[in-house]
């Protein structure tokens, strides 16, 4: 069974960069059957999906975020990364990394998630 | 992108059935079948139901299926039981765009 864990700072000061880490076990990044991706929920709000990266490193995110955020995909270390620049208190959420299932333009929907990161923005 | 129409809030017996809509435009919910749905409980990750509008994975109940007309797809819980009561969420991957936009969320309540 596939498995996904957040990991990085539960704190972040306004104005800062927010940067969490999703490690994959039990799953190969590798695999051109699936994209990773990010998602994020403030508390009591609905999911927002953030984007997503696929084992080339090609990209694509939510437009309404763009501008500000980085993910990125390490296949050797079996993780892949969230960067958000210049966070404001309407950051503070749950990050999800999750994994879409797509194979052959077929799927494409979050079969595994991880359990949640809370990222709190206040000075 | 908008965030995908849902109602607040469904409530239903034990027993019986309910349907949860899920609103979009011809440039996602309308336009593809990558429509999926996801049964949150609280603390815990959302957990997928439904794939592509009608499609259960492995391990998922039967009493769970999904439709689509037009913009709108659904999503029918029969015979509720007590553990189905949970908040659920529709996401759609709109295909020209490549972009993901998931819905406003449903509180499910068994009475």
């Known amino acids: 069974q596939v498995q996904l864990q957040e990991s990085g700072p539960g704190l972040v000061k306004p104005s800062q960069t927010l940067s969490l880490t999703c490690t994959v076990s039990r799953g190969s990044l590798s695999s051109g059957s699936y994209y990773w991706s990010w998602l994020r929920q403030p508390a009591g709000q609905e999911l927002e999906w953030i984007g997503r990266?696929?084992?080339?490193?090609?990209?694509n995110y939510n437009p309404s975020l763009q501008s500000r955020v980085t993910i990125s995909i390490d296949t050797s270390q079996d993780q892949f990364s969230l960067k958000v620049n210049s966070v404001t208190a309407a950051d503070t959420a749950v990050y999800y990394c999750?994994?879409?299932?797509?194979?052959?333009?077929?799927?494409?929907?979050?079969?595994?998630w991880g359990q949640g990161a809370l990222v709190t923005v206040s000075s | 992108q908008s965030a995908l129409t849902q109602p607040a809030s469904v409530s239903g017996s034990p027993g019986q059935s309910i349907t949860i809509s899920c609103t979009g435009t011809s440039s996602d919910v309308g336009g593809y079948k990558f429509v999926s749905w996801y049964q949150q409980h609280p603390g815990k990750a959302p957990k997928v139901m439904i794939y592509e509008v009608t499609k259960r994975p492995s391990g998922v109940s039967s009493r769970f299926s999904g439709s689509k007309s037009g913009s709108t797809a659904s999503l029918t819980i029969s015979g509720l039981q007590a553990d189905d009561e949970a908040q659920y969420y529709c996401c759609s991957y709109a295909v020209n765009s490549f972009i993901y936009v998931c819905g406003t969320g449903t509180q499910v309540t068994v009475l």
């Open positions: 990266v696929y084992m080339s490193g090609h990209t």
């Open positions: 999750a994994r879409i299932f797509d194979v052959s333009g077929t799927g494409r929907y979050f079969d595994y």
